[in-house]
């Protein structure tokens, strides 16, 4: 992208929330943060300023499968930023003194967490989905945080910060063989390691209402559907674009923009390697929430109903339109090929994917809706009071 | 090197543009004068209201039809009101500029129907409520309200239950002609636009703005009363809350002052996530989630924010370490590396920031609807560039050490206090 004056990495190793034990909630985080409190010749304060020196926009965190780390920064800083996370990935002092300052931080952002509604919804939510291990939060659980020592945080950066599987994509101003030499004095001599398959979906069919003396009532809706690696998976998606992408899009108009139901409301795709859901979100006052839950689930479930061509038409400009744009940003780019390499196996150019936007027809459309249709709903809620839900899902309230 | 271009139309509208014809993109928005601080009480909400009436149809175009015509042209479209202004913006290939331009400019003179009113009058007050819901609790609203009065700067963007629900569309037209006038609209743009066809079009379009009837300044509201749905308690009780959120503020430099860069930068020196001297001592302790301070600029005043959210038990202790962190800044001022570090941060942060024209857009229209003046990217980083240790002690002496207004939202039951 010799156009920009910037360059981005993003590097993806597989020691992700689904490698904790499940006694420990919140040890992939732990151990993120860990690694970040001094490695190689850096202090923790040293790697700090060194990263601000260079003007590294940068983000750390764990997912289901990967602990990522992506930075942003002008081009000619990216050689010294691969060093340095290098020496983070490979090189950490794990320094014992700090481990408890670690637990406390990751116990601050779990319990801010309880005070978002539309968290705790969309948390329990995910974990009905895919089940417990698949579907666990990245930040774990109180207990699990509080019972984290420094051995485990050790046992689990020896068995999961290794090369095997692990992605490093750069995108930017940059010349790719140069790239590639500067990771390979950084990463090609790192040790090999062991991968295990992600665990495979486990959801219930099932409600949850969590009573609260809230303002709105919060509800979150997920059920099946084919992860982004899957042949099916842009029929899915374009049936997606028509009904939650833009402001012309239905659940926009017809739960918000006609009936005035509510402010959010919004549902997408979401995929793991091995599995996918769609998970959807509205925010309602509690009088106007079966209403809000019944007109929403109505419109996915009648999508094929009245399809136009238009609609399609629509959804395929916005995305295109978001492919020419994505080529103004170095860490989009980088993001989005180390999640097509881990996906797909290989990144796919933007060429190849406006072509396969553009190839897609309501009858694809049709064809997946039609042999998929939403059901097995997952649904939570958090407000005043619980809903009345579809008849398949089984009810508790908690 | 992009250039910057700008005009003034017949009818008094503003156009400025930053043009840069290897973008792939390019930015419009139409920077409106009409912000909360705008209105008086029986208005409450109304800029923001209105913002959202503008998607709901005009003489050619209904609502339906907006929001589809402005999907139909891709990328990105939004507005957002402030206590200052109103901003309709999006951001498309080149080749939709003059499709886009019609249709934003048309959304600026809505039909204010009255089915369509009352339908988005429920939209909003499920916004009011959304922000209820969510941390920290409308704590920085109380904190405006209770420094600036409730009324001007510190009246609330949204408005309040009250005043929402009882609103009626002729209060809304009459505001509309009163702030929705050329001379208070900066249209802006950037990156790969046609500018002489974009000032072309505009100048057409916007041929019968300047013919908007006038409309009376609305009485003032006397400052002895508290407007409806309206409370000034410092402390904001919330069932439930796991946390204690507590904001302060005081006044800091406005965005015309010659100190905003130093103050920017003491602002990141003392407060930034990821290093900063707040977040050593309290975020990566694990005493805080949240301990940060920034200024906020408006057009002629300022605000100074402190924001602290931890363990209600822990609010005195981490409140009075905060303190002492921002004293010892005020008394021994700040080390040349530390100004280094933060000045890095900012030179990069600027130059990755103007590779997106959506990005630049909002400091174009911004700045020229207020100050009249553009700031490239290259006059911003010699800005920063000139900013000196002693600049950034100035700073700190001038607004770190004044006294400040604090707000507490906290569950009911808990004991801490700040």
């Given at each position: ?114 005070d978002e509604p539309t968290h705790r ?174 007109v929403t689930l109505h419109e996915i ?98 | ?307 602290m959210v931890c363990a209600p038990k ?105």
């Open positions: 992208m010799p156009w920009l004056r910037t360059a981005a990495l993003s590097l993806n190793l597989h020691a992700g929330v689904h490698r904790e034990p499940s006694h420990l909630g919140g040890l992939s985080g732990m151990v993120c943060e860990m690694i970040q409190r001094g490695a190689g010749q850096y202090s923790s304060r040293d790697l700090v300023a060194a990263q601000d020196n260079l003007g590294i926009d940068r983000n750390s965190g764990v997912s289901t499968a990967f602990v990522s780390f992506g930075a942003a920064m002008p081009s000619e800083s990216l050689e010294a930023a691969i060093s340095i996370y290098a020496d983070i990935a490979r090189n950490p002092h794990l320094p014992q003194e700090q481990l408890d300052d670690a637990r406390m931080m990751a116990v601050q952002e779990l319990r801010a967490m309880e919804v969309m948390r329990r939510l995910r974990e009905l989905h895919y089940g417990e291990r698949l579907g666990r939060s990245n930040y774990g659980t109180e207990t699990g945080i509080q019972d984290i020592t420094q051995e485990d945080v050790r046992d689990f950066y020896q068995n999961n910060y290794h090369a095997t599987g692990g992605i490093l994509s750069v995108a930017g101003k940059v010349d790719a063989a140069q790239v590639i030499e500067w990771a390979e004095a950084a990463f090609g001599d790192w040790r090999t390691g062991n991968l295990e398959d992600l665990p495979s979906p486990a959801g219930v069919c099932k409600y949850e209402h969590f009573e609260s003396a809230s303002s709105q009532t919060h509800i979150g809706f997920a059920f099946d559907a084919v992860p982004y690696s899957h042949s099916e998976y842009f029929k899915l998606r374009a049936g997606m674009g028509i009904l939650s992408d833009g402001m012309s899009s239905r659940l926009f108009d017809r739960v918000r923009e006609k009936r005035g139901l509510c402010y959010t409301v919004t549902a997408s795709c979401h995929s793991l390697k091995n599995g996918g859901g769609v998970f959807g979100y509205a925010g309602t006052t509690p009088e106007r929430a079966q209403e809000t839950l019944d479930e009648n999508l094929l109903d009245d399809l136009e061509s238009s609609e399609l038409e629509r959804w395929k400009v916005r995305i295109e339109s978001g492919l020419i744009m994505e080529q103004e940003s170095s860490a989009s780019r980088a993001s989005s090929m180390a999640s097509d390499f881990y996906q797909l196996g290989r990144p796919m150019t933007t060429v190849e994917l406006e072509n396969l936007i553009e190839s897609l027809t309501l009858d694809d459309i049709r064809d997946y809706w039609s042999a998929n249709p939403p059901k097995d709903y997952r649904i939570v809620t958090l407000g005043p009071n619980p809903l009345t839900i579809p008849e398949s899902s089984e009810s508790t309230a908690v | 090197m992009p250039e910057f271009r700008e005009t003034t139309l017949s009818n008094g509208l503003r156009v400025a543009a930053e043009i840069d014809g290897r973008g792939y993109s390019a930015a419009f928005g139409y920077f409106v004068r009409a912000g909360s601080r705008d209105e008086v009480d029986r208005e409450s909400g109304l800029s923001h209201f209105l913002e959202h009436m503008m998607f709901k149809g005009t003489q050619r175009r209904s609502a339906a039809d907006v929001n589809r015509e402005l999907d139909e042209l891709g990328g990105q479209s939004n507005a957002y009101t402030s206590e200052e202004q109103t901003v309709y913006y999006a951001t498309v290939l080149p080749k939709f500029q003059d499709r886009l331009i019609d249709l934003l400019t048309d959304m600026l003179s809505p039909t204010l129907d009255a089915d369509e009113f009352a339908t988005e009058r429920q939209v909003i007050l499920e916004e009011i409520a959304k922000y209820e819901d969510q941390p920290p609790f409308g704590a920085f609203e109380r904190a405006m309200e209770v420094h600036f009065g409730p009324r001007g700067l510190g009246r609330r963007i949204l408005g309040t239950t009250e005043s929402i629900k009882t609103m009626e569309a002729s209060t809304m037209r009459d505001y509309f002609h009163r702030r929705y006038r050329p001379e208070n609209i900066v249209l802006a743009a950037s990156g790969n636009i046609d500018f002489d066809a974009l000032v072309a079009q505009v100048e057409q379009l916007t041929e019968t703005w300047s013919q908007r009837p006038t409309v009376a300044t609305p009485a003032t509201d006397s400052p002895d009363t508290v407007p409806d749905g309206i409370s000034l308690e410092r402390r904001i009780a919330i069932p439930d809350a796991q946390q204690a959120y507590m904001v302060g503020i005081s006044p800091g430099p406005c965005s015309t002052s010659d100190d905003r860069y130093a103050a920017r930068a003491l602002g990141s020196i003392m407060g930034d996530e990821g290093g900063s001297r707040l977040f050593w001592e309290l975020i990566d302790s694990g005493r805080a989630e949240v301990a940060t301070l920034w200024p906020h600029e408006f057009m002629n005043e300022g605000a100074w924010f402190t924001y822990d609010a005195k202790s981490n409140c009075r370490l905060m303190n002492d962190i921002i004293q010892g800044t005020i008394d021994k001022g700040i080390k040349p590396e530390e100004l280094k570090q933060t000045l890095s941060k900012a030179t990069a942060g600027a130059i990755m920031q103007s590779e997106r024209p959506s990005n630049r857009l909002f400091g174009i229209g911004s700045r020229w609807l207020t100050c009249g003046e553009y700031l490239s990217t290259d006059d911003a980083l010699d800005c920063l560039r000139s900013i000196t240790v002693e600049d950034v002690e100035n700073a700190a002496k001038k607004y770190l050490a004044t006294d400040v207004t604090e707000i507490v939202a906290v569950a009911d039951n808990s004991a801490s206090t700040t």
